[in-house]
């Protein structure tokens, strides 16, 4: 069981927009430390969609967001297309036993 | 632009250790960055095991550590992977990674393409 909790699956019409959300707690969110997020297309390694909550990296797409308060973060998924179907995964760092670097379970995103 | 290949034995029997290499091209693993694994058992989420600093330092996922070593290679700009004592638990994709940083996490922005350990007699 993962220390960063997301829906196992969200779904959405062409165009529309949806949010995956990824909470945490008082030793890893909510401590400050920084989110970041990752898309894995099926059968290929993950790629890094935004990093530091809410910074996307040179070549993604703008219609993807972060954000981040307490002990939650989101990510925004505007304009959903059919190529936006993948898992999507949230990471951060815990600082509860000796401190790791933890992944969310992961969010199926569909399109309808 | 950086590219990560990992390689190594795709079959381990129970109780042997794991290893594998991950070779990167187009960068050098002495610039600054940090350097980690990350597995993936099949159907399932993301796992991090651990990394190696550009210094040599290392840092493991406490439910691993006291069965992985993760070292550099300087001359063959490879970092090496090695689990001891493997169970079909152990069985996953495995993937390298660089690793940036926020100044307080660690983000993953390059990855290999992974490669499948299976683990079985």
């Known amino acids: 069981q993962s220390v960063l909790t997301q829906p196992p699956s969200v779904s959405g019409a062409p165009g529309q927009r949806v949010t995956i959300s990824c909470t945490g707690s008082s030793s890893n969110i909510g401590a400050g430390y920084d989110v970041h997020w990752y898309q894995q297309l099926p059968g290929t390694a993950p790629k890094l969609l935004i990093y530091g909550n809410s910074n996307r990296p040179s070549g993604v797409s703008d219609r993807f967001s972060g954000s981040k308060s307490g002990t939650s973060a989101s990510l925004a998924i505007t304009g959903l297309q059919a190529d936006d179907e993948a898992d999507y995964y949230c990471q951060s760092y815990d600082s509860s036993l000796s401190g790791s670097w933890v992944f969310g379970g992961g969010t199926k995103v569909t399109v309808v | 632009q950086l590219q990560l290949q990992e390689s190594g034995s795709g079959l381990v029997k129970p109780s042997q250790t794991l290893s594998l290499t991950c070779t990167v091209s187009g960068g050098y693993i002495t610039g600054g960055y940090s350097w980690s694994w990350i597995r993936q058992p099949p159907g399932q989420g993301l796992e991090w095991i651990g990394y190696?600093?550009?210094?040599?330092?290392?840092y493991y996922n406490t439910s691993l550590k006291s069965r992985v070593n993760i070292s550099l290679d300087r001359s063959k700009n490879q970092f090496s992977l090695k689990v001891s004592s493997v169970t079909a638990a152990d069985t996953a994709v495995y993937y390298c990674a660089r690793a940036g940083t926020t100044g307080t996490t660690y983000y993953f922005d390059y990855w290999g393409q992974g490669t499948l350990v299976t683990v079985s007699s």
């Open positions: 190696i600093y550009h210094s040599g330092g290392t």
